[in-house]
């Protein structure tokens, strides 16, 4: 089983719309049309089994719209990650009807949702995640297109696990592109999860070699960061590095996100939400 843990979809009315923004804002290209048919269609070319998907909002009333939309997405191939804000009512109660309605796991971007990974509003709603075991998505380091302070850096991220241990927590980009330094300093040999979207063909060979000596193997995820990376070269690119053993390259490509998000096939049906 091949798992993508981080892509993107958006409507397809929308998605022409935020890819031209995105391109021309952060010289960020796309390689499908960012719909869930262009997804589906990358995944099949990709021999990719399933991908996780989410979105961001940037406004707490965005959240429950956005989620249902997600939640109609659900299928044998795709699931869905929540989205929450910080500044959305009742968010610990929130979090339990996401749980009870078949969301996995959320994901947050603070630079777009506007709080540090370490604020301590975010507490009450990293307890409800902790107690529901769900696991947290950060996007981590820089944002392209986005001017610094950047708010989720490493060192946010190892403040949260300290002070919430048991929060399953993902970052993101290897913890943050272009921050490696940041990132070996503080989160490698934690319990917390990297995953590969976007950056895994560019960095540096041997901090690449480094992270996966010095991480925990089985704390990896395979992303693609797909609509921004094409799926195919991201795999094909693990799955070719001569200094992971092909063990590891199963653990990283899949077997690691199957265990972490208790998928096996078939997909079981979502109930109405």
Same mark, same amino acid.
């Given at each position: 089983?091949?798992?993508?843990?981080?892509?993107?979809?958006?409507?397809?009315?929308?998605?022409?719309?935020?890819?031209?923004?995105?391109?021309?804002?952060? =010289?960020?290209?796309?390689?499908?049309?960012?719909?869930?048919?262009?997804?589906?269609?990358?995944?099949?070319?990709?021999?990719?089994?399933?991908?996780?998907?989410?979105?961001?909002?940037?406004?707490?009333?965005?959240?429950?719209?956005?989620?249902?939309?997600?939640?109609?997405?659900?299928?044998?191939?795709?699931?869905?990650?929540?989205?929450?804000?910080?500044?959305?009512?009742?968010?610990? =109660?929130?979090?339990?009807?996401?749980?009870?309605?078949?969301?996995?796991?959320?994901?947050?971007?603070?630079?777009?949702?506007?709080?540090? =990974?370490?604020?301590?509003?975010?507490?009450?709603?990293?307890?409800?995640?902790?107690?529901?075991?769900?696991?947290?998505?950060?996007?981590?380091?820089?944002?392209?297109?986005?001017?610094?302070?950047?708010?989720?850096?490493?060192?946010?991220?190892?403040?949260?696990?300290?002070?919430?241990?048991?929060?399953?927590?993902?970052?993101?980009?290897?913890?943050?592109?272009?921050?490696?330094?940041?990132?070996?300093?503080?989160?490698?040999?934690?319990?917390?999860?990297?995953?590969?979207?976007?950056?895994?063909?560019?960095?540096?060979?041997?901090?690449?070699?480094?992270?996966?000596?010095?991480?925990?193997?089985?704390?990896?995820?395979?992303?693609?960061?797909?609509?921004?990376?094409?799926?195919?070269?991201?795999?094909?690119?693990?799955?070719?590095?001569?200094?992971?053993?092909?063990?590891?390259?199963?653990?990283?490509?899949?077997?690691?996100?199957?265990?972490?998000?208790?998928?096996?096939?078939?997909?079981?049906?979502?109930?109405?939400?």
């Amino acid at each position: 089983m091949v798992i993508d843990s981080h892509a993107h979809i958006f409507p397809q009315l929308k998605a022409p719309v935020i890819l031209a923004k995105l391109l021309s804002r952060a =010289a960020i290209p796309h390689f499908t049309d960012g719909t869930i048919r262009g997804l589906l269609n990358s995944m099949q070319t990709a021999g990719i089994h399933l991908s996780l998907i989410s979105r961001i909002t940037t406004r707490p009333e965005q959240v429950d719209p956005i989620n249902r939309w997600l939640h109609g997405l659900r299928r044998e191939n795709i699931l869905p990650m929540a989205t929450i804000h910080p500044d959305m009512p009742a968010g610990q =109660a929130y979090i339990k009807k996401l749980k009870d309605n078949g969301f996995i796991g959320v994901k947050l971007h603070p630079d777009y949702q506007g709080f540090y =990974a370490d604020d301590k509003r975010m507490h009450p709603l990293y307890e409800a995640l902790q107690d529901l075991q769900m696991p947290v998505l950060f996007h981590a380091g820089l944002d392209r297109g986005l001017s610094p302070p950047f708010r989720a850096m490493p060192v946010h991220l190892l403040k949260v696990h300290r002070q919430f241990p048991k929060l399953i927590m993902i970052a993101a980009h290897m913890g943050g592109e272009d921050n490696y330094g940041q990132t070996e300093a503080c989160l490698l040999g934690t319990e917390i999860y990297l995953d590969t979207a976007f950056v895994l063909r560019l960095m540096n060979q041997d901090t690449l070699k480094r992270f996966f000596q010095m991480h925990p193997i089985d704390r990896f995820l395979f992303g693609s960061d797909s609509p921004f990376t094409d799926q195919s070269t991201e795999l094909n690119y693990l799955q070719n590095l001569s200094f992971l053993s092909q063990d590891a390259k199963e653990k990283i490509a899949g077997k690691n996100a199957a265990q972490l998000w208790g998928v096996s096939f078939p997909i079981p049906q979502l109930r109405q939400y």
